[in-house]
T-cell receptor, first 111, second 115 residues
Framework: EDQVTQSPEALRLQEGESSSLNCSYT??????LFWYRQDPGKGPEFLFT???AGEEKEKERLKATLTKKESFLHITAPKPEDSATYLC????????????FGKGTSLLVTP | GAVVSQHPSWVICKSGTSVKIECRSL??????MFWYRQFPKQSLMLMAT?????????EQGVEKDKFLINHASLTLSTLTVTSAHPEDSSFYIC???????????FGSGTQLSVL
């Protein structure tokens, strides 16, 4: 069964303090590793899709990277508005290619 | 980007009543829509997958008679929670896929509270 494990469960950073979130996955035939951001009481907002090991994508202070077993979401010089839960997901071919999500990392950035 | 609209944002109902949640893709045709449920501090759990004009496919453990899904058009899917009970209280989120694009677009979610 496909599994997605995210760590840490929660992370508290000071504004400007860079860090990385981890997403480990076990899947037969990766069709894409997805990162989403979710604010409290809202639906997930798409950030990135990575397809092959070595691929990197960037958006503002976020950079996502992918290896054969895990993905990292690097946050450079975060700001308080980056506070959110970051979700990692892979596609499940047995459920119409729905996304199978990890439990997420809850990030809090303090001024 | 593509927009998925979900209504209502929150609903409070009495135990035993039914509640309908609507999910629309506003600027694209969604070949497939998905319904998720999320409990506090938990991740999104897939409930069912629906294709336009077809019966929904439910995940193991999800009661199809309690959670009725209708995907009547390429832009509209509805989830009806029938005879709701307090344990059905949760955050329900719909999502849609545009064509064969693998990315999912999510609605803003519906917080259901059953008294």
């Amino acid at each position: 069964e496909d599994q997605v494990t995210q760590s840490p469960e929660a992370l508290r950073l000071q504004e400007g303090e860079s860090s990385s979130l981890n997403c480990s996955y076990t899947v037969s035939g990766l069709r894409g590793l997805f990162w989403y951001r979710q604010d409290p009481g809202k639906g997930p907002e798409f950030l990135f899709t990575l397809y092959s090991a070595g691929e990197e994508k960037e958006k503002e202070r976020l950079k996502a990277t992918l290896t054969k077993k895990e993905s990292f979401l690097h946050i450079t010089a975060p700001k308080p508005e980056d506070s959110a839960t970051y979700l990692c997901a892979v596609q499940d071919p047995f459920s119409g290619y729905a996304l199978n999500f990890g439990k997420g990392t809850s990030l809090l950035v303090t001024p | 980007g593509a927009v998925v609209s979900q209504h209502p944002s929150w609903v409070i109902c009495k135990s035993g009543t039914s509640v309908k949640i609507e999910c629309r893709s506003l600027d694209f045709q969604a070949t497939t829509m998905f319904w998720y449920r999320q409990f506090p501090k938990q991740s999104l759990m897939l409930m069912a997958t629906s294709n336009e004009g077809s019966k929904a496919t439910y995940e193991q453990g999800v009661e199809k008679d309690k959670f009725l899904i209708n995907h009547a058009s390429l832009t509209l899917s509805t989830l009806t929670v029938t005879s709701a009970h307090p344990e059905d209280s949760s955050f329900y989120i719909c999502s849609a896929r545009q064509g064969y694009n693998e990315k999912l677009f999510f609605g803003s979610g519906t917080q259901l509270s059953v008294l």
